[in-house]
């Protein structure tokens, strides 16, 4: 522990309490509280009743640097503190071959849950496996061929600038949306085709776009893509295959509509919208009193989308979709801002364990 030398202090009152905090100092566990000890406001106050000139000049002076000296000892103290800890390598808390007895006593995993994202989007894959579908997971960084090049978006598009996307020194994209692995799962399921099965791939994935945060926009999204393809499909699979599921999910009937849209990559494109679960399309505040919520975008995949995986179109055909993760289970659970999900906040959180 380190100390000053001890100034000196020439009126005999100011001296002596020097001295009673210097002694005080030393015994304080919390060094800081020295400069909260009533003898420095006694002198202060002390000052107030001495006569104007020299008198009281001078004995406010040796208070102040009383006050000085304490201020500086406590710096000190922080500084000894300091250079003594040994430092934490936060990413590696302890050696593998550290004996369990002198690890960190480390939360265990029924201190926490899961999060309602994380077990929602697990009720959500298994309805779609029921349903037919394998799961694949998106990538969150991508290239500029598959966010835009394999889904029929020309050069200098002007729906590229639909997407407000991050893109790394290198040229590398946080993708925008989950359609960026169409082109792949395309690939990938190909041979189901070839041996007459049809390809069926939801893809859950998170996406990035550079967004106003408020109450229903972030820059960080959750999403699901769907891909179906075989011979003889059309707009009446797509529609009956959205509604089985939304139903399942809510578990409640609904009715749904949709209306033209414009999206590269599917030819026709729909926005698809289902009436309210929560009202039966009688007008609330969630459905902004309009009985219907738009939720999400859709339509057959773009023969140009099939030839440049290798599908022909002239044979086979196919529907696709976008959904968003986070807008599904606010609509479950009548959550009011999108930014909850990735606050940390606790007392939000302790509803869905």
Known sequence: MLYLQAMEYKDPEIAKVAKTLRDKYKKLEDKRAILRTPEIGALYERIKTLPAGKVRAEFGREVNELKAELEQLVRKSRTSNIEHRTSIDVTAPFDVNTPLDERPQLLTADQGSRHPLTAEQEIILDIFSRMGFTAVESLELDDDYHMFGSLNFPPDHPARDDYDSFVTDEGLIAPAHTSTMQNR?????????????????????????????????????????????????????????????????????????????????????????????????????????????????????????????????????????????????????????????????????????
């Open 185 to 353: 799962v395309l690939k990938q399921y190909k041979s189901n085709l070839e041996s007459d099965q049809p390809i069926a791939v939801v893809i859950p994935g998170r996406t990035f776009r550079n967004e106003d945060v408020d109450t229903t926009h972030e820059h960080t999204l959750y999403q699901l893509e769907g891909i179906y393809v075989d011979k003889g499909i059309h707009a009446g699979h797509l529609m009956a295959t959205l509604k089985a599921f939304l139903e399942e999910y809510y578990e409640k009937q609904i009715e749904i509509k949709t209306q033209p849209f414009y999206f590269p990559f599917t030819e026709p494109s729909f926005e698809f919208a289902i009436s309210c679960p929560f009202c039966g399309r009688a007008g609330c505040q969630i459905c902004k009193q309009t009985g219907w919520i738009e939720l999400l975008g859709c339509g057959l995949i773009h023969p140009n989308v099939l030839k440049e995986a290798g599908v022909d179109p002239a044979q086979y055909t196919g529907f696709a979709w976008g959904l968003g993760t986070m807008r599904l289970v606010m609509m479950k659970y009548g959550i009011e801002d999108i930014r909850h999900f990735q606050s940390g906040n606790l007392k939000f959180l302790r509803q869905f364990s």
